[in-house]
């Protein structure tokens, strides 16, 4: 099979993080990219679910800047880290 050159532009953090996730997978960026790409065109869609976080929410981040607001100051209670049982 003929090969084909794909240049991409990503921010170099996320390049950084990619390479660093996929070579813990055992694997480099191309393997991944051409998974992903495979995996695409033989279902005919995104392989995953696109949407928004809602943790990102403009409401949900207003919240946080004024909690950590109020810690600065000296108000409010800070929370250890709950673990999510890993």
């Known amino acids: 099979m003929a090969q ?3 240049n991409i532009r990503m921010d170099e953090d996320l390049k ?7 070579q813990e997978l055992g694997m480099n960026m191309t393997t991944a990219i051409t998974i992903f790409a ?3 065109t033989r279902e005919k869609r995104i ?5 928004i976080d809602p943790f990102y929410s403009e409401s949900n981040i207003a919240h ?3 909690g950590v607001k109020a810690l ?14 890993e």
């Open 72 to 85: 600065n100051a000296g108000e409010g209670v800070e929370h250890e880290l709950i673990e999510d049982g």
């Open 47 to 51: 392989p995953f679910d696109v949407s």
């Open 16 to 22: 950084r993080d990619l390479d660093k996730t996929c």
């Open 4 to 6: 084909a050159l794909v």
């Open 38 to 40: 495979k995996k695409m």
């Open 64 to 66: 946080l800047e004024r």
